[in-house]
């Protein structure tokens, strides 16, 4: 089979000539840069506020006011021993003192604590502290955690041998 090289009959292969168009200029779309500006510094404030309420600073007793993270109106997670004689309850709501290197704060949880709460032993409770109008300080627990994981008392063994010294001299008193 030849090919041809001619065009077939019909079909116009001169080129054609360009037309002119009207001139635009490019137009940079500034609308929509400004809104993804907007959403990612939004976006960036969301994340930013995320993370730091999100995240439970570990604090002893002591120091609560002292320490960078340990403050007042805080989510933070407080660490103490609980005072003997000091638990008592009015309902569906407990409150005692827990002390740590000398410093007390008492604590009034919401809830009845669960598992092994009692006096005299090493405890961790989730919450926040409060200042009242008089200058006066409490703990607003939400949950009291008793036994400390293996991870913290890794990082933490001088708190956690502390709290152990503070709570055996705390059952031996009268």
Excluded at 52 to 74: F, H, L, P, S
């Amino acid at each position: 089979m030849e090919v041809s090289e001619e065009p077939a009959p019909g079909i116009d292969l001169t080129p054609r000539a360009a037309v002119p168009t009207a001139a635009r200029g490019k137009k940079k779309p500034w609308f929509a840069y400004a809104v993804l500006v907007l959403v990612l510094a939004a976006g960036g404030v969301f994340v930013f506020n995320f993370l730091t309420n999100a995240i439970d600073y570990y604090c002893n007793v002591d120091e609560i006011g002292t320490k960078d993270g340990c403050d007042v109106d805080r989510n933070i997670r407080i660490q103490g021993v609980v005072d003997k004689d000091s638990v008592s309850q009015e309902g569906s709501v407990t409150s005692f003192v827990i002390t740590f290197n000398g410093a007390s704060m008492p604590v009034i949880l919401g809830s009845k604590p669960t598992g092994l709460f009692q006096e005299c032993i090493p405890v961790v409770v989730t919450g926040k502290v409060i200042e009242d109008d008089n200058g006066d300080r409490f703990f607003e627990g939400d949950e009291v955690l008793v036994k400390h994981s293996e991870e913290y008392d890794a990082e933490n063994k001088d708190r956690v041998a502390t709290a152990n010294g503070e709570a055996e001299a705390c059952s031996q008193k009268d």
